[in-house]
Every structure is written in C-alpha cells, then in structure tokens.
C-alpha cells in the first residue's frame, strides 16, 4: 500500500501543539483512523522522528474537528493523545490547551461563519461531553493571531481566545465528586477525587513530605514519589468507578500547595507519570474548582459563593480561572468556569502517512480489480498446497515490505537486534524491511498484532523470552505463544546484568541486600513491564535474597534504562544487549550478572551466586516468528535468509560488541525450546508465588 497523504493544519494551541484535521480528511474507519494519527505523529520511537510530534506528550496531541451532531452546538471536538516510544492512541481524556485552537481551526475550515470583531464558537466535547464556548478575535471576519496577550509557557505574545466552560462538571464520571465525598482517605493519605474538566486526584503536597514548589525536574527524579503517586491514581481511579487505570492518563494526579495570597494556590500537575513543564487547561479547572469548594484538600481557607478569579501557580507561572460558584457549605456548586488561551498556526498543508503504520489496506483499488480479487484470491488459496509443494510459493515470496513488529519501545535490546537484521535481511530477500515498535502490555499489543496478521510471511515478530515464555506463564492473554505463531529461529542470547544507577550509595550486592533488611522498599527497581525479564530476574532477585524492593514497570527497557541513568529508579536488571553501552560509558554500574557465569565482555563483574544471592538465572533469548498458518516454504525460506545474515561477520562483530551471542536454529529447534521456556517459567511463577502486580 502507498503512503497516505492527508490535508493537515499544525497548531500551537496554548501550551501543546499538534496536528488538527476534520473528520473527513481521515479514514471513516476508527482503527485505520488512530494508526493514521499514530504515523502522523511518529509515535513509534520516542524522539518521533517519522513524524510531526516532539518526543512528548504535549507535543504528541490531535484535534479532530467536524460539524457538531448537538443541536446547540457548532462543531464536534475529539481529542486523541497520541503515545511517545509505543503505537496508541487515547481518546479518553480532554485536552484544553488544543481546545484553544478548535475555534480558529473551524472558522477557518469553514465550518463556522466569522463574525465581525470577534466569533462564538459553541463546542462540543466528544470526549466529556461538555460543551464550551469559545471566543475567537475575527476582525475584518478573519481569524487574527497575532495579539499582545502572553501566556505563561509560551514565548511570545498572541491575541487572546476565551473558553468558557459550560457543564464539564462531572462530564467524565457523572458526578463533580465521584466518590461520594469531597476528601477520600488512601493509605493514610487524604486525596480529593474530583471531575471539573477533567478527572484528578488532588493531593496535598504537606501528606507526601513535599513544600509544593519542587521544580518538575525534581519531582521526576523522586522514583518513590511517583510509585507512590502511581499507587494512589489507580486506587483513585477504581473509586472513581474508572475501573483499571494502570493503562489510562486519567485521572490526573496533582500535588497542590499554599500559592502567593488568599486567591491563589500552588499545584504540580502530572500526565500522569511524569510532572507537567507548566499545567494542563483542564487540570487548571479542576484546580481551581477543588480550591473554590469547600471540603476538598484544598480548599482556600476564604470560602464564598459568587464570582471568583483563582491562580493556579505552576512551574512556569500561573493560570487565571474565573470560576462561579453557587450555595454554600455542602450545597456549594461550580456554575462555570472561564480562562484564556492562545494559539498560532504554524503551517498547512499535506502530511504523508507511511504505510507500515496500517494493519490492512485502506482502499484505492479500481473497481474491476475490487471484483475480480476475491476470486482471484480463491484460485490462489485452493490452489495452494500444490503450488508450496512445488516449491512455487517460496519462489514468489516476499511481494511487498516486510514487517518486523517489536514488542519495546525503541533503543531497547528488541530493537537494536531487529535493526540489525533487517538491514541485511531486506538485501538478501529482495523487498524492503521495516521495524515497527509496538510497546505497550508487556509484549502483548506487538504478540496480538502479529497472531492476527496475514499468515504471509510480509508481517514477523521480534519475539523473546518474556513475550514467548515468561509473560505468557504468568498470566493469561489473548495470544497463545505456540498455537498463534510459526517458529523462524533463533537470533541471540544475552545474559541478564544487575546494573545501578551511578549515583546510588550501594558498594555491591551484599551491601545492599543489607541496606534493604535494614530499610525495607529503600529503593526502588524498574523493569519493561511485568512479566518481562528484568522484572522476572528482580522478583527472583527480591526472593532469594529475602527483601523487599518496589518495582516500577515501563513500556519497554529502553524508558527503563533511561530513568535509571537519571536516578528516578536505582536498580535494574536488563539485558546485557541493552546495558552494555551505558556501563561501557559509565553512566550505569553493573553489580552482579543474573545467570551461570561471568561474562567475557565484563570479567570483573560476579555473577549473583558469587555475590551471595544464588537462584537467579535468567538468561534472554531472542528470535523471529510468523503468523500461525503462514506457509512452510516461507518460513524454510525466512530461515534460510536469517541464518545467512547471522553468519555474517559485521552483524556477529555488533551482537558481540553490545554483550549478545548470535545464535541461530532450525524452525523445530526454535519451537521446542518455546515449548520448554514457557513450561519452565511455569514453574517458577508457582514456586515464587509471582502475580501480575
């Protein structure tokens, strides 16, 4: 299939900035629509390099605009917060910031008539539900960007747009106050769980041994802070009849503090895992309306009804929100909520979406090939048997790209292995090859892709011990890691390495397994997710040695090794593959390697046994398969290729050079082993009493 190209306007809208489209530029259908925002953003790697965004999740927005099916209203607004380093796409939450470019947009677009000195555009929020009026400056009944309002965390001046929030209360959950009261008690913590525009849970920063005023900087390098926070969102958010949010952005956790006088009030707002380098719009209301009500954790100490203008101070300055209240005490209600925005367009045009973002083609065949394609397809499928056996499929393989899927996030041990061999692979068979990280679940997203892909040999995995073995042993998923696949081969092993961050005060294994019976959850581990190997060998590492240690799990191995190196976590048990080049560099420190024996690469690095913990021995293995059911000839043939690009010196001389061993085998071989690995982490899952959590 040929690229997609699509007519697109990209906007700084408040604080973010994205890509906006009407409905209609996109495919009708919703799956063929969110991979299309996912390659227009480039969500695939964390830098988002294919793509319009930033390597961020302010920068990672989409707004999509069409004529409003709402009687009162103009048009309909959907927002989608688009992953960074995995394939998804939210549709769940709000985006205030990118609300302020929707009226601009539609006015533009035609959607809306301008006015003369300013536009009323009434919107109508897809996500909530909530409506919002929207005041755009249209003198000459044009659109004017240019202005001299400024707001904070945006160079620059701009002219200014208004929204005016009408009825986001509870817009989300049903109720202001979901739970049923205005403070909750979580682990001993008061907490506010409220839905103004968006869904928070508010917490004051006193109860987390915090003064409020922590830049964002620090905040993200407090790894127990966050587990903390992560610990208390999830309890919030299946309080707030949100059910299991570990996979969601909301609610939205928010540390909050005195602010600068009796109007105003400090708060830290995170999206969710990470502290915003400013504030979100619609976490300012909620803000604003938990510091306006009387009974939440922070509440101002001056409470009235009526009109009211509150500052929420955040790290680059603050947020003025006009807010109404109505009653008092108990009684006390958010009649409406106002602030101002601004946006800028920053270009228009067409972008380009690549093709290997889309599981199935989308469309654009001719009629006639439309009819005669299904019996076409029917010939060739019966057909079939006699052309593998003459050997005739295998001579027409590969017709088109090849897809590798990885299951992390990019720069992660997967991912350099997958690189590595689709470079040499695409030469050998002809077609090119590209790789597709699909993190998210542990593994799971990429393994379900690919069990439900053509049976081919256009669309593989770059699978491994946790997405074949360990994960699939330790809960149960929609994928089966023997019936779902054909078996190519191995690529490598690599063995597992205990690495630290630099900074951490722990001479070695033994100093701090005694650091940790002194001072139990003194530090915290990360891993790429349960049930992947670093969190495996941690577990493993946590039993033998008899303490206790609290995990963070990330959507892959590269995040994981990221936040180490910064600090934010203190202990990791990654691949060699992946640590290697960061202990080389000195930015991790390698204690201990988690398998039978030391490893050349680091002579003087102990294995656990030696180091006093013994039982851990988790070494990783990595290899390609194929969809269940793709033919014998393409697999034999897939072999053949792969193991001729194992045998090659440069590819052997990079496997060595990041602490992996090439390894190759036969289809059977492959299999086997996966038989073998997922009976064997069976057992330790039983022994080891290891769940999900």
């Not at 927002?79 to 009226?103: I, Y």
């Not at 006015?107 to 409506?131: D, K, M, P, S």
């Amino acid at each position: 299939m040929a690229q997609l190209t699509l007519p697109c306007v990209l906007m700084r809208a408040g604080t973010s900035r994205g890509p906006f489209f009407l409905r209609e530029w996109l495919p009708a259908d919703d799956l063929a629509r969110d991979q299309a925002l996912i390659g227009a953003i480039g969500a695939s790697d964390l830098l988002q390099v294919d793509g319009v965004g930033g390597g961020s999740t302010l920068t990672s927005k989409v707004a999509i605009v069409s004529r409003s099916q709402q009687p009162d209203c103009d048009v309909d607004y959907l927002f989608a917060q688009v992953g960074v380093g995995q394939q998804s796409v939210d549709t769940r939450p709000n985006c205030g910031n990118m609300l302020s470019g929707v009226g601009p947009f539609a006015i533009e677009q035609g959607l809306v008539a301008a006015q003369e000195g300013e536009t009323r555009v009434r919107v109508h929020n897809v996500n909530t539900g909530a409506r919002i009026d929207v005041t755009v400056q249209t003198p000459g009944r044009r659109v004017q960007y240019e202005g001299s309002v400024r707001i904070d965390g945006v160079a620059g001046t701009a002219a200014p747009i208004q929204l005016d929030f009408l009825d986001a209360w509870g817009a989300v959950t049903g109720s202001v106050f979901p739970t049923g009261r205005r403070t909750d008690l979580i682990g001993g913590i008061a907490v506010t769980c409220i839905d103004a525009a968006m869904p928070l849970m508010v917490v004051q920063a006193a109860s987390l041994g915090l003064t409020g005023r922590e830049t964002p900087a620090v905040l993200d390098a407090d790894a127990p802070l966050l587990a903390t926070l992560e610990s208390l969102r999830r309890q919030a958010g299946e309080l707030m009849g949100l059910g299991d949010v570990s996979d969601s952005v909301i609610p939205k956790p928010v540390i909050v503090s005195e602010g600068d006088g009796p109007d105003s009030i400090t708060s830290r707002y995170f999206t969710p895992r990470r502290c915003h380098a400013s504030h979100a719009v619609t976490g300012a209301i909620g803000v604003a309306g938990a510091f306006a009500l009387p009974g939440t954790v922070a509440s101002s100490a001056r409470q009235r009804s009526g009109p009211r203008n509150v500052l929420v101070l955040h790290p680059q300055g603050r947020i003025d929100v006009a807010v109404a209240i109505e009653g008092e005490g108990a009684e006390a209600r958010i009649q409406r909520a106002a602030l101002v925005r601004t946006a800028r367009k920053i270009l228009q045009g067409e972008i380009h979406i690549p093709d290997y973002v889309f599981s199935k083609p989308l469309d654009g065949d001719k009629p006639v090939k439309k009819l005669i394609a299904p019996l076409v397809s029917a010939a060739l499928a019966a057909a079939a048997p006699a052309l593998v056996q003459a050997g005739l499929a295998d001579a027409a393989y590969p017709t088109k790209t090849i897809t590798i899927v990885v299951p992390t996030a990019a720069g992660g041990a997967n991912d350099a292995m997958a690189r590595t061999i689709g470079q040499k692979l695409g030469g050998m068979l002809g077609q090119t090859v590209i790789i597709d990280n699909r993190a998210g679940a542990n593994g799971s997203i990429a393994s379900e892709y690919v069990a439900r892909a053509a049976p081919d040999g256009h669309t593989l995995m770059l699978g491994y011990i946790a997405t074949h073995g360990m994960n699939p042993a330790l809960q149960k998923l929609r994928y089966d890691p023997v019936a779902d696949f054909e078996p190519i081969g191995l690529v490598g092993y690599s063995p597992t390495l205990m690495v630290a961050s630099k900074n951490v005060p722990v001479k070695d294994v033994r100093d701090l397994v005694a650091q940790l019976k002194a001072k139990p959850d003194k530090y915290t581990y990360a891993s790429a997710g349960n049930g992947t190997a670093p969190h495996f060998a941690a577990e493993l590492f946590k039993l033998n040695a008899g303490v206790v240690m609290l995990g963070v799990p990330y959507k892959g191995s590269a995040p994981a090794v990221n936040d180490t190196i910064a600090d934010q976590t203190q202990f990791m048990f990654p691949s060699l593959f992946t640590a290697y080049p960061h202990v080389k560099n000195g930015k991790l420190r390698a204690l201990a390697v988690a398998g039978p024996k030391r490893v050349p690469a680091l002579p003087d690095v102990p294995t656990l046994k030696e180091a006093g913990v013994d039982g851990v021995d988790v070494t990783q293995w990595y290899a390609l398969f194929a969809p269940a059911k793709t033919p014998k000839a393409v697999v034999d043939k897939l072999n053949k290729a792969v193991n001729q690009v194992l045998a090659d010196a440069e590819v052997v001389k990079r496997f060595e050079d990041n602490g992996a061993d090439v390894q190759t085998s036969s289809p059977a071989e492959l299999g086997a082993l996966v038989k073998a690995e997922l009976a064997k982490w069976k057992r330790v899952v039983a022994d080891a009493r290891l769940t999900v959590e």
